[in-house]
C-alpha cells in the first residue's frame, strides 16, 4: 500500500521555522518525485517545492525561494522541507505527494496550477500556523 505520511507541522510566530517531514512508503522511492504542495482557506492548492530521486533536482515557488529547503533522506525513504523566516501568508496544510517517473523539477513546474493534478500520490497534510 503506498502511504506518504506528513509530520512537523504547528504553530509559529513569525520569523520562525519549522521542518515538515514526509515518510514514503510502498512504491519505489527512487523513481519519484516528491512535491510540496499547501493550500489556505479559501485558496487554491499551490505548489511549494519539488525534488526529484531520480536526477536530483529541485525547484522551488518565487515567494519561498531563500527561505525553504527541500532534502531527502534516502535510508529513510523521507523528504523534509526545512522552511525558515515564516511568515503569516505561509499559513495553510502542506502536503506531500508522489510523481512517479516525472521530469526534472525545473520542467514540472512548481508553481503552475496544473500540477496538483498531475500527481500520483497524496498524503494527508499536516497544519502549519504562522502568527503574527
Known amino acids: 500500500e503506498v502511504q506518504l505520511v506528513e509530520s512537523g507541522g504547528g504553530l509559529v510566530q513569525a520569523g520562525g521555522s519549522l521542518r515538515l517531514s514526509c515518510a514514503a512508503s510502498g512504491f519505489i522511492f527512487d523513481s519519484y518525485a516528491i512535491l510540496w504542495f499547501r493550500q489556505a482557506p479559501g485558496k487554491e492548492r499551490e505548489g511549494v517545492s519539488c525534488?526529484?530521486?531520480?536526477?536530483?533536482?529541485?525547484d522551488y515557488r518565487d515567494s519561498v525561494k531563500g527561505r525553504f529547503t527541500i532534502s531527502s533522506d534516502n535510508a529513510k525513504n523521507t523528504v523534509y522541507l526545512q522552511m525558515t523566516n515564516l511568515k503569516p501568508e505561509d499559513t495553510a496544510v502542506y502536503y506531500c505527494a508522489g510523481l512517479d517517473h516525472p521530469p526534472p523539477c525545473t520542467i514540472v513546474d512548481v508553481s503552475s496550477p496544473r500540477t496538483p493534478r498531475a500527481m500520483d500520490y497524496w498524503g494527508k497534510g499536516t497544519l502549519v500556523t504562522v502568527s503574527s
Open positions: 525534488i526529484s530521486k531520480v536526477d536530483g533536482s529541485t
